[in-house]
């Protein structure tokens, strides 16, 4: 089984940095992408970053300049780095891995990010 773990998660002030892990643990897969995505209560999940196996990046408008993705490729594992996080930034952030091997994506439990003061 392939289990996708995330971590960093907790509460930070406006204006502050986090940091979030992501690791693929368990059966060995070679992975496409991984990303981050976030939701709230009643809203769609959306994605936040996204790297590609060529390291190609993606980011949502709303978090460009102030998050960045990076990924260790030996190790299938990412970190979020998140600066100047907003209240907005608020949500529980999931970590996403797509097997290049027929496509299938798996996810983390979710790890919880409050921006408060």
């Known amino acids: 089984q392939v289990q996708v773990v995330e971590s960093g998660g907790g509460l930070v002030q406006p204006g502050g940095s986090l940091r979030l892990s992501c690791a693929v643990h368990g059966t060995m897969i070679r992975v496409r992408t991984m990303g981050w995505y976030r939701q709230t209560p009643g809203k769609e999940r959306e994605l936040v970053a996204r790297m590609s196996s060529s390291a190609t990046t993606y980011y949502a408008d709303s978090v460009k300049g102030r998050f960045s993705i990076t990924r260790d490729f030996d190790n299938n594992a990412a970190l979020l780095q998140m600066n100047s996080l907003k209240p907005e930034d608020t949500a529980v952030y999931y970590c996403?891995?797509?097997?290049?091997?027929?496509?299938?994506?798996?996810w983390g439990g979710g790890t919880p990010v409050t921006v408060s003061s």
């Open positions: 996403a891995v797509q097997a290049i091997v027929g496509g299938r994506d798996y």
